[in-house]
């Protein structure tokens, strides 16, 4: 059975309250119930409103194997029809409190970026949690940014121009993507998109603490997906968030929104990138909820967002890397 949710954060769009009031809460405590829903909720979007519009972009399913693991990564390939050579590329992972969520969840995000973004995405179907805990999803999607980035040429991409991206929990991986990426000296990323994120499982900010039954959601997702254990907390590329030292990583676009409980984790991360001296955008939206854009595309407010983000997405891609600088 669904509860209401209690009264949101902030201010809701007016174009957007009425959806905001008909979206049901799942709690998270219930990772099978959740994957139910969000599998419903896809359904019932594309009954409801036409897809959007494909023409110009090619799609392509594919698995990455890893050998080492002895399992396979599938992913979803978008790329302009137009242009096959030397694209530069994202790699996508998709939200769903880190338990849900499939190559589905984010098809027409996906589609919007790789059109708006004038750029091939990867989308990445990672193993879910509870099964398959930390580091099962960051590792998955590392093994894809690897893929890419060493058959991009065999692909039609440029390796040398890519980036990573997610909305929420998805977010949350490809901040710690972009992290390792620093660590290990490869390839310095163009951007890292953080949509909606999920940063911090500590869980005091005052936009969190604002929304007590989204603050118990939280600690079960977080759960989830790091398990018991309070040192693997800590541990490299678990939560983006208590990564002490932000110096040296990737550009960065971070979108708020004004209604979200994870409103301040970003605003707080994208303030530690700036102060650390890594380019950061912070976009936020007042009135918009939690993925609001992709409950709601056509309202005004998911209009802007959504022109903001690909925007910055082929900004971002179209600068090569001579032109980049890494922080001190």
Same mark, same amino acid.
């Given at each position: 059975?669904?509860?209401?949710?209690?009264?949101?954060?902030?201010?809701?769009? &007016?174009? @957007?309250?009425?959806?905001?009031?008909?979206?049901?809460?799942?709690?998270?405590?219930? &990772?099978?119930?959740?994957?139910?829903?969000?599998?419903?909720?896809?359904?019932?979007?594309?009954?409801?409103?036409?897809?959007?519009?494909?023409?110009?972009?090619?799609?392509?399913?594919?698995?990455?194997?890893?050998?080492?693991?002895?399992?396979?990564?599938?992913?979803?390939?978008?790329?302009?029809?137009?242009?096959?050579? !030397?694209?530069?590329?994202?790699?996508?992972?998709? !939200?769903?409190?880190?338990?849900?969520?499939?190559?589905?969840?984010?098809?027409?995000?996906?589609?919007? @970026?790789?059109?708006? +973004?004038?750029?091939?995405?990867?989308?990445?179907?990672?193993?879910?949690? &509870?099964?398959?805990?930390?580091?099962?999803?960051?590792?998955?999607?590392?093994?894809?940014?690897?893929?890419?980035?060493? $058959?991009?040429?065999?692909?039609?991409?440029?390796?040398? %121009?890519?980036?990573?991206?997610?909305?929420?929990?998805?977010?949350?991986?490809?901040?710690?993507?972009?992290?390792?990426?620093?660590?290990?000296? $490869?390839?310095?990323?163009?951007?890292?998109?953080?949509?909606?994120?999920?940063?911090?499982?500590?869980?005091?900010? !005052?936009?969190?603490?604002?929304?007590?039954?989204? =603050?118990?959601?939280?600690?079960?997702?977080?759960?989830?997906?790091?398990?018991?254990?309070?040192?693997?907390?800590?541990?490299?590329?678990?939560?983006? !968030?208590?990564?002490?030292?932000?110096? *040296?990583?990737?550009?960065?676009?971070?979108?708020?929104?004004? =209604?979200?409980?994870?409103?301040? $984790?970003?605003?707080?991360?994208?303030?530690?990138?700036?102060?650390? +001296?890594?380019?950061? $955008?912070?976009?936020?939206?007042? *009135? *918009?909820?939690?993925?609001?854009?992709?409950?709601?595309? *056509?309202?005004?407010?998911?209009?802007?967002?959504?022109?903001?983000?690909?925007?910055?997405?082929?900004?971002?891609?179209? %600068?090569?890397?001579?032109?980049?600088?890494?922080?001190?």
């Amino acid at each position: 059975m669904t509860r209401q949710r209690s009264r949101p954060v902030g201010e809701l769009d &007016p174009e @957007l309250a009425r959806a905001a009031a008909l979206r049901p809460r799942v709690p998270v405590s219930d &990772p099978f119930a959740l994957r139910r829903e969000f599998r419903r909720a896809v359904q019932i979007s594309r009954t409801l409103r036409a897809d959007v519009n494909t023409a110009g972009v090619e799609i392509e399913d594919r698995s990455v194997i890893v050998q080492r693991r002895r399992h396979v990564v599938p992913v979803r390939i978008y790329r302009p029809a137009d242009d096959r050579v !030397g694209l530069p590329v994202l790699v996508y992972a998709h !939200g769903g409190a880190f338990v849900a969520g499939d190559l589905d969840t984010e098809h027409d995000r996906c589609l919007r @970026l790789a059109a708006g +973004g004038r750029c091939a995405v990867v989308s990445v179907d990672y193993r879910l949690p &509870p099964e398959h805990p930390f580091p099962a999803p960051f590792d998955d999607c590392m093994t894809v940014l690897r893929w890419v980035r060493r $058959e991009g040429p065999h692909l039609g991409f440029d390796p040398t %121009r890519s980036a990573v991206g997610g909305s929420s929990t998805g977010a949350a991986l490809a901040a710690c993507m972009a992290q390792a990426v620093a660590d290990a000296g $490869e390839p310095r990323l163009l951007l890292q998109l953080l949509l909606f994120p999920a940063l911090d499982d500590r869980l005091h900010t !005052g936009s969190m603490r604002g929304d007590p039954e989204a =603050a118990e959601d939280s600690a079960h997702m977080w759960r989830h997906y790091l398990g018991n254990d309070p040192a693997v907390r800590s541990r490299p590329y678990a939560v983006p !968030g208590r990564r002490g030292d932000l110096r *040296g990583l990737a550009p960065a676009y971070v979108l708020v929104a004004g =209604a979200d409980p994870l409103r301040d $984790e970003g605003i707080d991360y994208a303030r530690r990138l700036l102060h650390a +001296g890594v380019a950061a $955008e912070l976009h936020h939206f007042p *009135g *918009g909820f939690h993925t609001f854009d992709a409950a709601v595309p *056509g309202a005004g407010l998911s209009q802007r967002a959504l022109r903001d983000q690909t925007s910055a997405l082929r900004y971002a891609l179209q %600068r090569t890397p001579c032109q980049i600088t890494r922080a001190n």
